[in-house]
């Protein structure tokens, strides 16, 4: 199963990723007045990676965009360290709060690890529930140092940790 096949797309959505992207580049595309003079159409959605940095730690999200349209399909457990030199990279620090593009070395680790393989662990789809509420993916997180040690409920959720906790 490919990375597409495991997300909801919208109908009007290229099974593809738009690499050069930024998320400010995506904003002012699809929010700003008058810069969408490289759009088809409005009814056009495109798929790309970026680094939050809103909460206590970086993350990467795979987000479909388009005119007043925004959806997160993903998130991408990918290593701590390449989030923070992604946001280094482009001028940031820990500490500044906001959306980030990846870099390089990123795009790269994507490419091979969760682009290109069948079915990638560090791919997890954000479903919604009947209600449309956000249901996280049926995985328990690690416990943070010094914390009780979680109880698995799958296999599955036991691999994904050990797969990523070499990154600690």
Not at 67 to 84: F, G, H, Q, S, T
Request: net charge negative; proline share 7%.
């Amino acid at each position: 199963m490919g990375m597409f096949e495991k997300l909801r797309l919208s109908e009007t959505t290229e099974a593809n990723i738009e690499w050069e992207i930024t998320p400010d580049l995506a904003f002012c595309t699809f929010s700003a007045k008058g810069l969408r003079e490289g759009l088809n159409s409005t009814g056009e959605r495109i798929c790309y990676f970026f680094i939050d940095n809103w909460g206590a730690e970086p993350r990467l999200y795979l987000m479909e965009r388009g005119v007043r349209y925004v959806n997160i399909l993903a998130e991408v457990k990918a290593p701590a360290d390449m989030l923070i030199a992604g946001i280094v990279n482009h001028g940031g620090t820990l500490d500044a709060k906001g959306n980030f593009p990846i870099d390089a070395a990123l795009k790269e680790w994507l490419l091979a690890e969760v682009v290109t393989p069948a079915d990638s662990p560090y791919l997890l789809p954000i479903v919604e529930d009947e209600a449309g509420a956000e249901v996280s993916p049926a995985v328990q997180l690690p416990p943070r140092p010094g914390s009780r040690a979680p109880k698995w409920h799958s296999q599955r959720s036991l691999a994904l940790w050990v797969a990523t906790s070499w990154r600690r």
